[in-house]
């Protein structure tokens, strides 16, 4: 089956700094990836859409010099949360849509991102 | 816009009873409906998906739901409970022909010996 991989699966770092989250898909090319944001015991909530090749298009509420995509090829999506405060933390879930259309996201394993 | 209502953020069963997970959702035309399972400090794992075919859609580990549009419900149940069933599960719709999904607030399946 159509497997995403997410990296890195938990990460711990100082108020400041920036870290980068990258998704990618391993069985197939994705034009279109998405960000999610989950807290705890709450649904996922999306925050920007990563397409390939343009922009990303980013959720009302959303900082985009906060958090970075990139989406430099059709299998890695990209997400830096720059200047990262104890906030942020959370846990932060890809997915990927096969160029397919009618197939569904695929969801990697998720991030969990702790700011000390 | 699109929606979906999962009813009950908690539901208890015993080992071996019936499992159902309700989901209604809100939309002006014929959409795509999910269901999505997530075990602690992971991604989502699709279960099943509505994608205007059959009503009844068969899933993965006996876990099955059924459209019913003059409901606007797409309820996830399954026969008999499993203690490895206990996850939180999420509802989804997305609009034909957009990729965004939207999500319900999920429900939590606690599943007793």
């Known amino acids: 089956g159509a497997v995403v991989s997410q990296h890195p699966s938990r990460v711990i770092c100082k108020s400041g700094t920036s870290v980068k989250i990258e998704c990618r898909s391993l069985d197939f090319q994705a034009t279109t990836m998405f960000w999610y944001r989950q807290f705890p015991k709450q649904s996922l909530m999306l925050m920007a859409t990563?397409?390939?090749?343009?922009?990303?298009?980013?959720e009302q509420g959303v900082e985009k010099d906060k958090f970075l995509i990139n989406h430099a090829s059709l299998t890695l999506s990209t997400l830096t949360v720059t200047s990262a405060h104890p906030e942020d933390s959370s846990f932060y879930i890809c997915?990927?849509?096969?160029?397919?259309?009618?197939?569904?996201?695929?969801f990697g394993d998720g991030t969990r991102l702790s700011i000390l | 816009a699109q929606s979906v209502t999962q009813l009950g953020s908690h539901v208890s069963v015993s080992e071996g009873a019936l499992v159902l997970l309700r989901c209604n959702y809100s939309?002006?035309?014929?959409?795509?409906l999910f269901w999505y399972v997530q075990y602690p400090n992971q991604g989502l794992q699709l279960l099943l998906k509505?994608?205007?075919?059959?009503?009844l859609v068969k899933g993965i580990n006996g876990f099955e739901a059924e459209f019913k549009k003059s409901e606007t419900s797409f309820h996830l149940t399954k026969p008999s409970a499993h203690m490895s069933d206990a996850a939180e599960y999420f509802c989804a719709v997305r609009d034909t022909g957009f990729q965004k999904l939207v999500f319900g607030t999920g429900t939590r399946l606690l599943v007793s010996p």
């Open positions: 939309s002006s035309v014929p959409p795509y």
């Open positions: 997915s990927a849509v096969p160029t397919d259309s009618n197939q569904p996201q695929h």
């Open positions: 509505y994608t205007s075919a059959a009503t």
């Open positions: 990563s397409n390939e090749g343009s922009k990303a298009t980013y």
